[in-house]
């Protein structure tokens, strides 16, 4: 049997971040209650009409030019026309032969190789409603128009992943770099990103496209993964049995990890699409072009490459400080402002992030500015506070947003470098533990950690840790030496 | 003088100088309608109770001495498929009845703005689709000036209302000269706007990309009125365009010495009812003899007109009507056994055969296979007939045909035979395609007595040209004073 090849191309749609719904003004707000954030136009009641929603179009072609696709000068809105009860007006408002965005391509990295998925076209739509369906058998089931309306970009690609590993971290690139402009959050879990993937197989080296079949119902990354790896061995398995593929829709079922026929390609709808006669065509000129060309952020993985070469920082630090297009900023800022670039990125990576996860906050949310990430890092350097003291400061601005030189001063919470007053304190601790000292004196040389860590415990850690170490081993030995 | 018999612009300015009031101009109406409506069926719902409270407070309004606006507490009539907020709203059909619409369409707040009072909603041919306002789930409505024939469709009941002194106006919806032919056969003006010049928004859709809504009454000047009062921009209908406003009616009075009016030859054909013809001749012959020039024109690709109005009417039609399921509202086939039974019962008794049949054709021209054949065809010799107007337009400022091809045909002489009924239109058809405006005024009558129209067509967004050669040609007739017996 000759090797095969999976060849895969996928076609995600992702919910813009826009605060109006994309042909009204309902809000977009996720979770309200059923049927409050509705309409006479999303519930396309009879005489209502589209109007279309300008920071949806800004954020589709924001999208686009992030993606190198062309910009359409001019394009159109068609209605693809199927019944569902979800879809209210029987037709849903999409774009058919000339989409926003034209080609364009993502690049991912895989295996920490990089590699260019090529983008066969971007469009905008509206997001269709859920059917509620009741817990008992034979009562009626409902449906919640909320999201009806709810801009959708459709982000369709060229054939040319060739695993699911690979899909998988096109869907990841792809979700960070959505994050990064800041058109969607892409969150799987709230359906604010879907997945449907197209895969065939093929002999190793055939130029020829092998039968496609369209996989859905995925409902993570890992789904989609998993969903592709169990088709393109069924698929391998049935060529192998001498069995032909046959064109058709197979759903994914989370519980049996298996995909099953939907539909073939006889019962595929005809859509019936035509141009939308309530929308006029859209002309996208070159100076909102230019506009939105000048506000785009740098991609993700250019602005990794950038942040290695510029500080000098691990590739690790590196990875988890442009996660969020908001660390990196917050990472700059710190450095823009003085920090030191490792120290920062210490900081930001261990504190920072692990008191965010904690009290589950965003960025946005926190109080600590970068002026006092450059403070406290002052702080800690110049031998003012300890680190262990730095960890207190450091939460209580998480707390409070004061400043960390206030927290210290009010706190009195200054390192303790005063030689008399060390000298007292390891006086004391020596005398009150004469085990650890006997100890020391007999050969265990780690027994001084403890006793560091008891005037540490004494001064509430403020105690210049290096002093005390000095100070113990040299009255330690002295002693020793007069015996 | 009979209050019935006032026009909307005398209405207005009696009740301005109080030498009429608002109440009795509305229970005047109110007893035309108890009268005549029953012969008539112009109307499937009147607002009586509201009706006169609002005119009361009109007149009190009035009284106090706040400035009277331009139609304060005159009633106009609205076709059954315009939403007002807390009103039923059926587009005539079966499948929509129960429902009431939630909001108020963008010419009714603009009427109610100006201080009109809704006497109630008319009837109409099932979601506007056909000729004759015989396709009603509410029954048929009548011909004023002959009861045995049809008023013409599809606002037959809005235009009869006017006809019948029933109401001094009404507004309408045109999509393939549902408002126009109307007119012609009961004897009052109607107006299609240009395309984009009215706000669709909240007008229940038939086929979107020639929908148009507009004003019916008794006089030109009226047309002009009330174009000026529910026209302009929109932001809630994307399709209605932004200009500057319009005086209409200033402009109104002007001489017509030195415009040309353009003659299709396309639209003198064989087989034409030679009165209605003899009719048009005399039209032209008075309007030349107020100094206008008259000239050949050519429209030469109007026989193609009705095959692709049908085709692109349709197709956004069999669209525009898929809501209708049963789902949220209107009408739902009882105890369905499953989705698909619900939808195929629903839709099957909901609407009636004219419907069904278009909503076929419409879903057929649009089916993978046929697209190209038919609906990107249709919309190539769209784009030809608008061609056609703009170089006609060269040669004439407004051109002059006959609104329809023969006077008011009998109830259920066309009924059997849809291809006959679709050419009743064949007049009005391309004016919607190409989107221009045109109007109706009577312009005659057969020997029979029935009315006669002159449709006169207009440049794109030309309304202010088309209405001073309208109200020029009616200042020199009386056709429009003649009223119906009924």
Known sequence: MPDYEAVIGLEVHVQLKTRSKIFCGCPTTFGAEPNTSVCPVCLGLPGSLPVLNETALRYSILTGIMLGSTISSFSKFDRKNYFYPDLPKNYQISQYDLPLCVGGELEIEFEGKRKRIGITRVHLEEDAGKLVHAEVEGEDSGVDFNRTGVPLLEIVSEPEISSPEEAFAYLKGLKLTLQYLGVSDCDMEKGSLRCDANVSVRPRGEKLLGVKVEVKNMNSFRAVQKALAYEIERQNRAIAEGQRIVQETRLWEAESEMTHPMRSKEEAHDYRYFPEPDLVPVMVDHALQEVLRASLPEAPLKRRDRLVAQYALPEYDVEVLTSERELADYFEACVTAGAEPKAASNLIMGEMLRLLKERALTLEGCKITPKHIVEILALVSSGAITGTTGKEVFAEMFETGKRPGEIVHSGGLAQISDQAELDRLADEVIAKNTKSVEDYRSGKAKAIGFLVGQVMKATKGKANPQMVNEILKKKLEKDSSKR | MDLIDLTVSEAAQLIRKRETSSHDLVRACLDRIRAVDATVGAFVDVYEKDALSEAHAADNRIAEGGAARALEGVPVAVKDNLCVTGRPVTCSSKILKGFIAPYT??????????????????????????????????????????????????????????????????????????????????????????????????????????????????????????????????????????????????????????????????????????????????????????????????????????????????????????????????????????????????????????????????????????????????????????????????????????????????????????????????????????????????????SNTLPIGLQLIGRHFGEGTLLKVAHAYESMTDWHKKQPKV
């Open chain 2, 105 to 446: 369409a963008t010419v009714i707040e603009r009427l109610r703005e100006a201080g009109a009072i809704l006497i109630g909603r008319t009837n109409m041919d099932e979601f506007a689709m056909g000729s004759s306002t015989e396709t009603s789930c509410y029954g048929l409505t009548r011909n004023p000036w002959d009861t045995g024939r049809v008023p013409g469709g599809s606002s037959g009941g809005s235009v009869a209302a006017v006809a019948a002194r029933e109401a001094p106006a009404s507004l309408g919806s045109d999509t393939g000269g549902s408002i126009r032919q109307p007119a012609a056969l009961c004897g009052v003006a109607g107006l299609k706007p240009t395309y984009g010049y009215v706000s669709r928004y909240g007008l229940v859709a038939f086929a979107s990309s020639l929908d148009q809504i507009g004003p019916i009454a008794r006089s030109v000047r009226d047309i002009a009125v009330l174009l000026e009062i529910i026209g302009g921009h929109d932001p809630r209908d994307s399709t209605s365009v932004k200009r500057p406003a319009e005086n209409l009616v200033s402009s109104l009075g002007g001489k017509i010495e030195n415009l040309r009016i353009g003659v299709p030859k396309e639209y003198f054909v064989e087989g034409m009812d030679p009165e209605v013809k003899e009719a048009i001749r005399a039209a032209l012959e008075k309007m030349q003899s107020a100094g206008a020039t008259i000239v050949d024109v050519s429209l030469p690709h109007t026989e193609y007109a009705v095959a692709t109005y049908y085709v692109i009417a349709t197709a956004e039609a069999s669209s525009n009507l898929a809501r209708y399921d049963g789902v949220q509202y209107g009408y739902r086939a009882p105890h369905p056994t499953d989705l698909l039974d619900m939808y195929q019962r629903t839709k099957s008794e909901g609407f009636g055969a004219e419907v069904k049949r278009r909503i076929m054709l419409g879903t057929y021209v649009l089916s993978s296979g046929y697209y190209d054949a038919y609906y990107l065809k249709a919309q190539k010799v769209r784009t030809l007939l608008k061609k056609d107007f703009e170089d006609a337009f060269k040669l004439c400022d407004v051109i002059a045909t006959p609104a329809s091809p023969t006077a008011a045909f009998k109830v259920g002489e066309k009924v059997a035979d849809p291809l006959q009924m679709y050419l009743s239109d064949i007049f009005t058809i391309s004016v919607n395609l190409a989107g221009v405006p045109a109007i109706s005024v009577p312009c005659g009558f057969t």
